[in-house]
């Protein structure tokens, strides 16, 4: 149980509620100034973004390492930013994109940047601006109908109050949350890497089945292809044209209005990231699959992504778990035999890096499938019997592990809860960090 201040006062805020009454609240503006120092050029090795996780960090650190920053000639119009400046994607203000920078760099025309300009202990300003309490109070503050075009714009944001705990009290606040978000950060990153393993795992245990199945003993034959090597001499080949039919979706057009709205899923490429789909963010009307060149595949039909840039780690495979029509960047795979349908799924998770490396278009400025490897792509098949049998054991086997990171990320949300509880409740003065007098 965390100590309490021995006094608190009414913050004269209604959504603010009391603080410790050595506590004081003030107008941003007392603490902020608006920053518009523009460059003319710059070194994109220097370009900072900000996320509502991390907070201002090097924008090269938080893309992919095979995505190109721009050249430093496209910089001109950007905005300086200095350590310990605060930085705010105003577009994001509401959901925690905030934060005190801690380096010198450059970033977007469309972020706001603002300098100290009280005795303030800056970093006290990340955690407190962060928090649900201030996400909630700059959504009430943002101008726009939907939330996709909310914006706290600068000069509203500096006339918003702030709460002030002494200076000394602010470090003392922001040392005790550093380490202890700490510790906490790194239990996550401890089940994020026992997930990656478990992940790993599965697939090799499942590669090695549709590859090799379950007889150690089991004489072999070459496949012919090389990323597959031998398998076991009873089992034969197809391609996927010739197991299934394969089609493409289509987005009825967002102009029409009778074609939104309704009660049939819509499946997108985001979508596609867990083996089955139970529903979807958007919804077409039957009027749009009437009049548009939009097919409704029925429960089972397996789908996977041609189009996304998740195609640069992975080629997703899923599963529709009722009636569904999907967009052009999908393609549903129809198959006759649902014992064929559930083996090509374990086929294409066990040997996803391999596939991935096969179908993908090298060079290509968008990530996509190639269309005729896809339908070409080789799948092993063993004799009927064999292929049950392996199916239910990987099942069982997928099963277990699967609850096994479920469990971690279940942990993974708790700890993630707690830290944000921790931080809103230091900051806010509902408990007195140690060390405070």
Same mark, same amino acid.
């Given at each position: 149980m965390m100590e309490r201040y021995d006094e608190y006062k009414d913050s004269g805020i209604e959504w603010i509620g009391e603080i410790p009454a050595g506590w004081e609240v003030a107008p941003m503006k007392t603490i902020w100034s608006e920053s518009k120092e523009i460059v003319d050029s710059g070194d994109p090795e220097q370009l900072l973004s900000v996320s509502e996780y991390y907070g201002v960090d090097y924008r090269k650190t938080r893309i992919?390492?095979? +995505?190109?920053?721009?050249r430093a000639d496209s910089l001109k119009g950007y905005k300086a930013c200095r350590s310990s400046d605060l930085v705010m994607n105003i577009m994001l203000a509401w959901k925690g994109a905030q934060g005190v920078s801690p380096y010198d760099g450059l970033v977007s025309p469309a972020y706001a940047v603002f300098t100290s300009i009280g005795n303030n202990y800056t970093p006290y300003a990340h955690y407190l601006y962060r928090t649900p309490l201030y996400c909630s109070a700059f959504k009430r503050n943002s101008t726009g109908i939907?939330? /996709?075009?909310?914006?706290?714009?600068? $000069?509203?944001? @500096?006339?918003?109050? =702030?709460?002030?705990?002494?200076? +000394?009290? %602010? *470090?003392?606040?922001? !040392?005790? @949350? $550093?380490? *202890? #978000?700490? %510790?906490? $950060? !790194?239990?996550?990153?401890?089940?994020?890497? &026992?997930?990656? @393993?478990?992940?790993?795992?599965?697939?090799?245990?499942?590669? !090695?089945?549709? #590859? *090799?199945? @379950?007889?150690?003993?089991?004489?072999?034959?070459? /496949?012919?292809?090389?990323?597959?090597?031998?398998?076991?001499? !009873?089992?034969?080949? /197809?391609?996927?044209?010739?197991? =299934?039919?394969?089609?493409?979706? &289509? #987005?009825? &057009?967002?102009?029409?209005?009778?074609?939104?709205?309704?009660?049939?899923?819509?499946v997108s490429s985001k979508e596609v990231k867990q083996a089955e789909i139970w529903d979807t963010e958007h919804h077409i009307t039957k009027e749009a699959i009437e009049s548009c060149s939009t097919e409704l595949y029925p429960e089972g039909t397996y789908v996977t992504v041609v189009r996304s840039g998740i195609l640069k780690h992975t080629i997703p495979i899923a599963r529709i778990m009722k009636p569904m029509a999907v967009n052009q960047d999908i393609k549903a795979m129809a198959f006759d035999d649902q014992s064929i349908a559930d083996w090509v799924a374990l086929f294409f998770t066990g040997l996803n890096d391999a596939l991935l490396a096969a179908l993908t278009n090298e060079g290509s400025t968008v990530d996509n499938l190639n269309t005729r490897a896809f339908e070409n792509c080789p799948i092993i098949i063993p004799p009927k019997e064999i292929r049950e049998s392996i199916t239910l054991l990987l099942h069982m086997k997928m099963n277990k592990i699967d609850a096994l990171i479920a469990d971690k990320r279940q942990l993974i949300d708790k700890l993630k809860e707690y830290r944000k509880s921790l931080i809103f409740e230091a900051v806010t003065g509902k408990f007195k960090v140690p060390g405070v007098a």
């Open positions: 992919g390492s095979d +995505e190109i920053l721009m939907i939330d /996709s075009r909310l914006r706290l714009y600068p $000069d509203v944001f @500096l006339r918003m109050p =702030c709460i002030i705990p002494a200076f +000394e009290e %602010q *470090k003392r606040i922001v !040392e005790y @949350l $550093d380490a *202890k #978000t700490s %510790q906490i $950060d !790194e239990l996550i990153a401890d089940q994020e890497k &026992s997930i990656e @393993l478990l992940e790993e795992y599965r697939k090799a245990v499942i590669s !090695e089945a549709v #590859t *090799k199945g @379950l007889d150690p003993n089991a004489p072999m034959k070459d /496949s012919g292809i090389d990323w597959i090597g031998e398998i076991p001499k !009873e089992w034969g080949q /197809s391609k996927m044209k010739y197991l =299934c039919r394969i089609t493409s979706g &289509s #987005t009825p &057009s967002k102009s029409v209005l009778s074609f939104w709205q309704g009660s049939i899923p819509w």
